[in-house]
């Protein structure tokens, strides 16, 4: 008997023993291409040969070396290899387990060390599924309904969704920046407000990447008032955009990043860093937990690192992404139900639609299910459900992508 909780709803009906590479395969020895990466985790693909090899060697080592009492050489090691690619005044590293509890604490930082309450997030966010997380989260009220009210001193201003907006970029730009101003004057006074906190590639609500000039707009206004800003970096850092963080796309520095998924291949591990003075300015003791840091997850995430940099793989998302979205472009010319492609390297969705501006979540249902009896598994997001989204790992192939490509135009004509 299956005793699973009936609220943890799987997308697929797939019951995956193994995973290789791109691939993931049923008891049967079925296969899956599969394009969801477990959500953007396995950024090095399925089992890794190079992260295998360091878990199993941490496994007989030393599991739990428990973070509060000890510390140990993965751990430190890590902090100094993550340095190397944080943004230079980002050199203070906390570890945690899931993205939602970094989430919580880059908050509890940010109120502590600014002695203010109020934290502005953006429309369409997704922060994770913990109090306060989904209490900064709106890309969907299933995380918010039937548990409010949440906590309390988060103010939410729009998000640049140029195309739900159905306006220009650049009015799009305009207006948000322009609520913003005014929710500084009707919501959250700037000397009441500790920090925003913003996805710069918004993933859950549907891929939409923020713009330069917005992004701008946001530490402007941080710096003029003394406000913190959090790139949270879950999903879309960690070479997934093509840059090694996404917020790289636009020249903007946070003061607070947070990262997991693409982190450690799959083994639980997330990170807040900040400059060791504002880490400094959070209340001690107020960091810790009783798994974070685990020793094989930090050995996972130092052989993540090592196959990132040797195989080049934020370069490869770069032009491995260029080339997707070339060919999901001609998907597009060619099916009047995609109505846009967005998102940047290969952190890609498909908006599918009835008709321009009708989302169709019934359809992108029906492509996902099509794709997954022809062995490629997708995923979708947004409101509707009607964002078809595209995350292979960041070491699939051409041959992989052009598969998958084809078996998804497939879907589209069987779904007609
Ligand atoms: C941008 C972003 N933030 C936070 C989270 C929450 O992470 P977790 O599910 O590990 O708690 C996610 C998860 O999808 C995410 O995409």
């Known amino acids: 008997m299956n005793h699973l909780s009936p609220l943890l709803v799987q997308s697929s009906g797939i019951c995956a023993e193994r995973g ?4 993931l395969y049923d008891s049967e020895g079925r296969r899956w291409l599969d394009f969801t990466s477990g959500i953007g985790v396995t950024a090095t693909g399925h089992c890794h040969p190079r992260v295998v090899e360091a878990a199993q060697r941490q496994v007989g080592t030393l599991v739990h070396a428990q973070y509060a009492t000890v510390t140990h050489p993965n751990m430190l090691r890590l902090t100094d290899r993550l340095y190397e690619h944080l943004p230079g005044a980002l050199d203070a590293v906390a570890f945690s387990n899931s993205g939602s509890e970094a989430i919580e604490t880059a908050l509890r930082l940010v109120r502590q060390a600014s002695g203010r309450p109020n ?3 953006f429309t369409g966010g997704f922060h994770g ?5 989904a209490s900064m989260t709106t890309s969907t009220t299933k995380v918010r309904s039937g548990w409010q009210p949440l906590m309390a001193g988060v103010c939410f201003s729009p998000f640049p969704h140029s195309y739900r907006y159905g306006w220009s970029e650049d009015d799009t730009v305009d207006f948000c920046l322009q609520e913003l101003d005014h929710l500084f004057l009707t919501q959250s006074a700037p ?10 590639v918004q993933g859950e609500y549907g891929y939409y990447p923020a713009t330069r000039r917005f992004m701008q707009g946001l530490r402007e206004r941080c710096d003029k008032h003394g406000i913190l800003l959090i790139a949270d970096e879950i999903q879309a850092g960690y070479g997934r955009t093509g840059r090694f963080w996404s917020h790289q796309h636009y020249d903007v520095q946070p003061d607070v990043l947070v990262t997991a998924k693409g982190l450690a291949s799959g083994y639980p591990l997330s990170a807040v860093a900040a400059g060791r003075a504002l880490m400094a300015e959070g209340w001690p003791g107020s960091q810790g937990g009783t798994y974070g840091a685990n ?15 040797e195989e080049d793989l934020v ?3 770069a032009g491995e992404g260029d080339y997707l979205r070339q060919r999901l472009e001609a998907l597009r010319g060619r099916y009047q139900c995609i109505d846009e492609v967005r998102g940047l390297g290969l952190m890609l969705g498909l908006e599918i639609v009835k008709a321009p501006g009708q989302a169709d ?10 794709c997954e009896s022809s062995g490629l598994l997708l995923l979708r997001c947004g409101t509707h459900g009607q964002v078809v989204r595209w995350l292979p790992p960041l070491t699939a192939s051409r041959r992989e992508i052009d598969r998958a490509v084809d078996l998804f135009q497939d879907a589209l004509e069987e779904t007609a």
């Not at 000397?191 to 710069?200: H, K, L, Q």
Request: hydrophobic share 60%.
């Open 315 to 317: 370069a490869h998302a």
């Open 20 to 23: 290789e590479g791109s691939y």
């Open 361 to 370: 979540g019934e359809r992108a249902g029906a492509l996902l299910k099509a």
């Open 129 to 133: 599924r913990t109090l306060a997380a």
């Open 295 to 309: 020793a094989v997850a930090c050995a996972a995430a130092l052989a993540t690192l090592d196959v990132i940099e």
């Open 119 to 121: 934290i502005i997030a």
């Open 191 to 200: 000397a009441d407000t500790a920090a925003m906190i913003i996805e710069p």
